[in-house]
Structure formats: C-alpha cells, structure tokens
C-alpha cells in the first residue's frame, strides 16, 4: 500500500504529535508498505529520508509557534502528490498540509482519513495571549469549525487518540464513522535501553541525587504544561532528602528558573537537565520514583505511557484523557488542584513504599499500548477506507 501521510508538523519538530506520526510511518514501512511524509520546509538543519516531501512555507507570527510553518499556495503542488501515486491519504493537521490533502484526496479520487490530534481552544492563551483576552475559546472553537468542516466531509474515517476527545468532537464537527484509537509506544526501544542498578546509581552520583527520593518531569518546556504549577507544589514540600528533576527543552524553561528563584528552589532542589534525545530517555524515566504532570491539554499523553513502561510510576493531575489508562493503587496516582498535589507529595515523602509497591505493576498496565498494535489497527482503518471510498452520507458512529 502506497500511503500518504500529510501535517504541518514533523521532525526536527519535537512533539507528541510528531512523535506519533513518526511511529506510524516506521511500523508501517516494517510492514512492508510505502509512506510518504508531505509537510513544510524547516530553518533548522535536517536530512531527510527520500520518503519525506517538504514544501517552502512561511513562519508564524506567534512566539509560541516560533517553529512551525505553513506552505502556501497549495493547489499548485498538487501535481507533486500526484506523482506518488497513493492509495490511502491520511490527515493529521487541519492547517496547510490538510488543505492540500483534502484538494489532492478530491482532485485524484484517492480515499482519506483523519486524526483530530488537539483540542484548539485549550491551547490558544498559549499561542497568544493578546489574542486570548479578547476571544479564547468561542474565537477558537470556530475557527476550528471552518478548518476541519472539509476535512470532516472528505474523510471517510476519523480517529482521535481518547474517549476525552470524541467526547468534545461535535464541537469541532465531526461527524460519520469516528473511531478510538489511542497513538502507540516504542516499548522496544524503550525496554531495551534499560540499564542496570549499577549504571542506573552511576547516573544517579554524577548528578549528585544518590539515595534521594526523585520525582521527575520529561517533556516539552512550553506553558500549557503547567510545570509552574509542579513547582509551586514542589516548593511546600521538599526537603534536604528529595530532589526534582526536569528533563527537556522549550520556551518556558526561562521563565521556569525565575520561578525557581522567587520560590527559593535550589539548583539541589531542582535541577533542569536540558534536552535529552527520546533514544536515550529511559534511564531518566528509570531513575524517577514518581513521575509528575499538571497539564490538562493532553489529548492523550504519550509521555504518561512511556513512564509506565519503563517502570515508573505517575502522579498526574486529574483529566479525562487518562480513563483508561490511570489506575489508581496500580500505577499511579490523580490529584485535583493544588492543595491535593501537596497533599499526595507529602504522602509519598512519608512514606516512600506507597510508590515502590506500584513499580512491578506498571509496564503491565500498559503493554497494550504498543506501536505494533497501532500499525495494525491505522492499515485496518485504511483497508476500509479504500473499500468504501465511494459511500456518502454516513451516519455518526463511533467505535473502541
């Protein structure tokens, strides 16, 4: 099969959505299939796989998409698309790339489905604030309407990632056959770049953390994490026998030392350990006892399913994208709110067998979350996509 993936957004771009874009094409061309990457061109210094077709686009006047790009004039590039030949379309943007998708998908009768990745007006105060205070989310919402309304008519399947977005998909219009089908994990890699107790304490005396309770963040450094929430929580709590570690990069990792400084946090107390490449993160997610997130704009929370794997773990504020996955007294823990995140804080600090009686427990939560099974389920989808490409009118539907 012949499949054609098309987003405005793709490596060197870090981000959950990138990372389960590039999952799904490296499972299915193990399987044996032919996937195209049609995105926009990048400043950043990259080589590319031939598979990966880039288009000149122009930046986005937003501090928080600084990164990003989107291609214009995309119906004269249709005949590039063209040229590949494909089977299968599948949308995982609503931007340019989509544009292009839906014309190419239109122009070429090629079938196409859909993945609805984010929920737009929960990320707007973070793009710009200027334009937050005056709009939020009845300004967002309905822009989200007008982007995805063609795709929604297009495709002939839609896919979000948990039961928290198809819960809010009318919102956005979506409607006909919507399918569940959360993003899956490279448990392998994962699994195999586990380390012994030995390198794992060697770690540990090189940044000065030996025999502390280590509570742990990885991910993007960006405000609609919330990680200034973790500190606040953090700073009420700490003592000379914990330490809190935040593994990555990102545009709030300045304002986050500040805050570290207002709250008399340490270098001791928190120590920002920069960017590490996702290849070489399972120690990191190893060394934690208990790792941490407030963020509620999740549509599914990959790094959520990575600490589970690599046997850690998590202590996560409360949100629906996390039914199903979550349970408590097995591989985690919730919380609601501030005052409840120091108050499990302290519970753990106590009494520190609370959260390594869950540590044999938790790849077992989550084993079924694997980029395998991902692969398989997206070609199922994209089976019945090329079956039924001709049917119209379908009524709303959802499925597991």
């Known amino acids: 099969m012949r499949i054609g993936i098309f987003t405005d957004a793709y490596k060197p771009l870090i981000s959950g959505v990138v990372t389960s874009i590039y999952t799904l094409e490296h499972e299915l061309i193990k399987l044996g299939h032919e996937v195209f990457i049609f995105t926009n061109d990048t400043d950043e210094e990259v080589i590319d796989a031939s598979n990966v077709i880039r288009f000149k686009g122009l930046k986005l006047p ?22 590949y030949k494909l089977d299968v379309i599948h949308i995982e943007t609503e931007f340019s790339m989509a544009k292009m ?12 489905v859909y993945t609805l990745h984010t929920l737009y007006e929960d990320y707007l105060q973070y793009i710009s604030k200027t334009i937050d205070t005056y709009f939020h989310k009845p300004f967002l919402a309905s822009l989200a309407k007008i982007l995805i309304k063609p795709i929604n008519k297009q495709a002939i399947i839609k896919i979000v990632p948990t039961r928290k977005v198809l819960a809010k998909i009318n919102n956005y219009y979506i409607n006909g056959d919507v399918r569940v089908v959360p993003t ?8 195999n770049n586990k380390q012994s107790e030995e390198e794992l304490i060697k770690l540990k005396q090189k ?12 991910g993007r450094l960006s405000e609609e994490k919330s990680i200034n929430l973790l500190l606040d929580a953090y700073a009420k709590v700490k003592n000379e026998n914990t330490v809190f570690l935040i593994v990555g ?28 490449k996702w290849e070489e993160l399972t120690p990191y ?31 996560v504020q409360k949100d629906e994208a996390l039914d199903g996955l979550l349970k ?22 106590n009494d520190t067998t609370i959260i390594k009686s869950l540590k044999n427990k938790t790849y077992e939560s989550v084993k079924d ?24 009118n379908i009524k709303f539907i959802t499925h597991n």
């Open 62 to 83: 937003f501090k928080g998409l600084k990164s990003y790009k989107l291609a214009y004039l995309v119906r004269t590039k249709l005949k590039t698309v063209k040229k």
């Open 101 to 112: 998708a839906v014309l190419a998908s239109k122009k070429y009768k090629i079938p196409c």
């Open 184 to 191: 899956g994990i490279d448990f392998e890699t994962l699994l």
């Open 207 to 218: 940044l000065n953390i030996n025999n502390k309770l280590i509570f742990i963040y990885i």
């Open 249 to 276: 990069d990102g545009p709030s990792k300045e304002g986050l030392l500040k805050k570290c400084d207002e709250l008399n946090l340490t270098d001791e107390d928190v120590k920002f350990l920069g960017f590490v």
């Open 285 to 315: 997610y190893e060394m934690g006892d208990c790792f941490l997130n407030a963020s509620v704009t999740e549509t599914q929370g990959l790094t959520y399913l990575e600490s589970l794997a690599c046997g850690t773990p998590i202590l």
């Open 328 to 349: 408590e007294g097995m591989n985690g823990y919730y919380y609601d709110g501030h005052n409840d995140l120091v108050n499990k804080l302290k519970l753990i600090i």
């Open 369 to 392: 979350y694997s980029k395998e099974n991902y692969a398989l389920k997206m070609l199922e989808i994209y089976q019945e996509a090329i079956k039924n490409k001709d049917r119209n």
